[in-house]
Antibody, heavy 121, light 111 residues
Framework: EVQLVESGGGLVQPGGSLRLSCAASEFTFSNFWMHWVRQAPGKGLVWVSRINGDGGDTGYADSVRGRFTISRDNGKNTLYLQMNGLRAEDTALYYC??????????????WGQGTLVTVSS | QSALTQPPSASGSPGQSVTISCTGTSSDVGGYNYVSWYQQHPGKAPKLMIYEVTKRPSGVPDRFSGSKSGNTASLTVSGLQAEDEADYYCSSHSSSNNLGVFGTGTKVTVL
């Protein structure tokens, strides 16, 4: 069964940085688009970023472009999200997700349990 | 990019049907057949129920169905059951940022 385990969340001051990781297993990691989606407490889902299988194609939400960087290490089956210049409005549960099919990049299917990022002084 | 528009709430009695709309633009819902629907119970990760407008992942009951007309997509849940009570989100690929966009979410209540 597909497994996704996020880590790296925590409490950080405004302007600070965090790097989230997502360890993937039980599927051929390099074949799939991967996604980061966040959900602020009591709010809806927001697509943060996505990356294709070889890492050459990425997309970002306007609210994080220039501050966040998505990447992947296919040798380690791990997805990353480097978050710089964090703001209070970045406070959320961050989910890692795998796309539904090989080659597609528009339907996160398998989701981790999320890692909580809190930006506060 | 703006979130897709969904009604805040919908409800139905057990056994009835409920339909949720998801309205976007020609840059997202209307321009691509990449509309998905997610179910989220409190404290849980979202679950994919429909992708590519009408397709169901393995294990999703056929009580869940999707459709699209123009810039509006819809999710219909037939034969409502107590466990269908949850938040539902649509999503679509968007041409504006090489990413997707989620809907505002709809809370479905089973009366």
């Amino acid at each position: 069964e597909v497994q996704l385990v996020e880590s790296g969340g925590g409490l950080v001051q405004p302007g600070g940085s965090l790097r989230l990781s997502c360890a993937a297993s039980e599927f051929t990691f390099s074949n799939f688009w991967m996604h980061w989606v966040r959900q602020a407490p009591g709010k809806g889902l927001v697509w943060v970023s996505r990356i294709n299988g070889d890492g050459g194609d990425t997309g970002y939400a306007d609210s994080v472009r220039g501050r966040f960087t998505i990447s992947r290490d296919n040798g380690k089956n791990t997805l990353y999200l480097q978050m710089n210049g964090l703001r209070a409005e970045d406070t959320a549960l961050y989910y890692c997700a795998r796309d539904v099919s090989v080659g597609l990049g528009s339907s996160p299917h398998y989701w981790g349990q999320g890692t909580l990022v809190t930006v506060s002084s | 990019q703006s979130a897709l528009t969904q009604p805040p709430s919908a409800s139905g009695s057990p056994g009835q049907s409920v339909t949720i709309s998801c309205t976007g633009t020609s840059s997202d819902v209307g321009g691509y057949n990449y509309v998905s629907w997610y179910q989220q119970h409190p404290g849980k990760a979202p679950k994919l129920m429909i992708y590519e407008v009408t397709k169901r992942p393995s294990g999703v009951p056929d009580r869940f169905s999707g459709s699209k007309s123009g810039n509006t997509a819809s999710l219909t849940v037939s034969g409502l059951q107590a466990e269908d009570e949850a938040d539902y989100y649509c999503s679509s690929h968007s041409s504006s940022n090489n990413l997707g966009v989620f809907g505002t979410g709809t809370k479905v209540t089973v009366l």
